[in-house]
């Protein structure tokens, strides 16, 4: 397995970069945390263009070494790199800009080909035209073609949406999805939209003030205490990967959730399917025994295994289902009318039409998770 090493050091002006993590690829990985938290100096860090002491490795090659005198320059590291704002040629047509990519992968070995790229990004009515006759979300698809048309070791995608408006994210999320599972090429993408990252990221890199807190896969950091503090209450709940089991008639799939199934309305799932679930902590409501009568779709037993204070009202309620784990925010007043203490069994209700989740893989021959890839709310 390849993988992504970083121990660096980073220091500009008043404030210092300290950044530790080793993550799995190819995939995504996202850098997460709120502004200022060092997410940018980090990934320029790992392009070089800002100045770093300590160790990157891709793939065991060493980009950084301090300890040895290895300090490769920003053209010897061989990446790709997409910024907020594309930063096109206005002087040349898509086409053009695209053959500057081609250009600097000159003599490089061919991974990726100029029509796959312009297929997998939608590229062909857009070649003629000029920079300025693009919308944003056009923009950053011709901003990925050309950075991928280099044939980068790493492509780097700093805050790529950041720039655009809602409906121009929801235009551009599903073709970083389809480089995700179409290509072998690793990505190490910046946020701090927790929806984007759980739409994209394989690997996902906490950081705060200059600090990387954690690093894990989402579903594994969902449960850390240190993601709670930087998503907020809203955000809070529980990630799952999980594979559609079925579809009924109306629309709801089945999945496999430890020792339980759990039901969502995913019209467009098709068993065998990939979900990537959102269990969020305000849907989740808790009895202390077995409800009967209710219009809920979802009634999982568990054990409740811990209770934490989140303020000085709420309290969010742990419960274990197998091997994973829900969240549940509810009063302190709940906690002392219903007697909740640890190791008691309890059932979680989730609503199937409040489960947020989307299509992230799909078995081979069907269409990819970027075509039909589809949010639930409540």
């Known amino acids: 397995m390849s993988m992504l ?3 660096i050091s980073v220091s ?3 404030f210092h970069l300290q950044a530790n993590f080793a993550a799995p ?3 995504v990985v996202s850098l997460y945390g709120p502004s200022g938290a060092g997410k940018s100096t980090l990934i320029n860090a790992i392009a070089g263009l800002v100045a770093a002491t300590g160790t990157i490795r891709l793939d065991k090659v060493a980009w950084l070494d301090s300890a040895r005198g290895v300090d490769l320059p920003t053209e010897r ?4 790199y997409v910024f907020q704002d594309a930063r096109l040629f206005p002087h040349l047509d898509v086409r053009g800009n695209l053959a500057y990519g081609e250009h600097r992968a000159r ?3 061919q991974v990726v080909k100029r029509d796959e790229i312009i297929a997998l990004l939608g590229l062909q009515p857009l070649l003629a035209r000029r920079v300025h006759q693009l919308s944003g979300g056009e923009r950053q698809r011709v901003a990925l073609g050309r950075a991928l048309l280099a044939q980068p070791r790493l492509l780097l995608l700093d805050e790529p949406l950041a720039s655009i408006d809602a409906a121009r994210r929801e235009e551009v999320l599903p073709y970083l999805e389809r480089l995700r599972d179409g290509f072998a090429i690793p990505m190490l993408h910046v946020s701090h939209q927790y929806e984007e990252v759980l739409r994209l990221a394989t690997h996902v890199v906490l950081l705060r003030d200059g600090r990387t807190l954690a690093a894990d896969t989402p579903a594994r950091l969902s449960r850390e205490p240190t993601l709670r503090t930087l998503v907020g209450q809203e955000g809070v709940g529980a990630v799952f990967d999980v594979e559609v089991g079925r579809v009924d008639p109306s629309g709801l799939a089945t999945v496999r959730l430890g020792t339980a199934e759990l039901r969502l309305s995913q019209p467009s799932a098709r068993p065998g399917d990939r979900l990537r ?3 969020l902590a305000r849907d989740v409501i808790i009895a202390t025994e077995p409800p009967r009568g209710l219009s809920v779709r979802n ?4 054990t409740l295994i811990g209770l934490v204070e989140e303020s000085a009202e709420d309290v969010l309620a742990l419960v274990a289902i197998g091997e994973e784990q829900l969240s549940a925010r509810i009063t302190r007043a709940a906690v002392v009318e219903l007697g909740l203490a640890v190791g008691m069994p309890v059932w979680a209700l989730v609503k199937a039409a409040s489960l947020r989740g989307h299509v992230y893989t799909r078995p081979s021959g069907q269409p990819s998770a970027g075509d039909r890839a589809e949010s639930i709310g409540p």
């Open 12 to 14: 500009r002006g008043s």
């Open 77 to 80: 590291r061989r990446i790709g």
């Open 299 to 302: 009634v999982v037993a568990g």
């Open 107 to 109: 003599e490089a070995t």
């Open 25 to 27: 690829l190819p995939g």
């Open 277 to 279: 679930l959102h269990v």
């Open 5 to 7: 090493e970083v121990d």
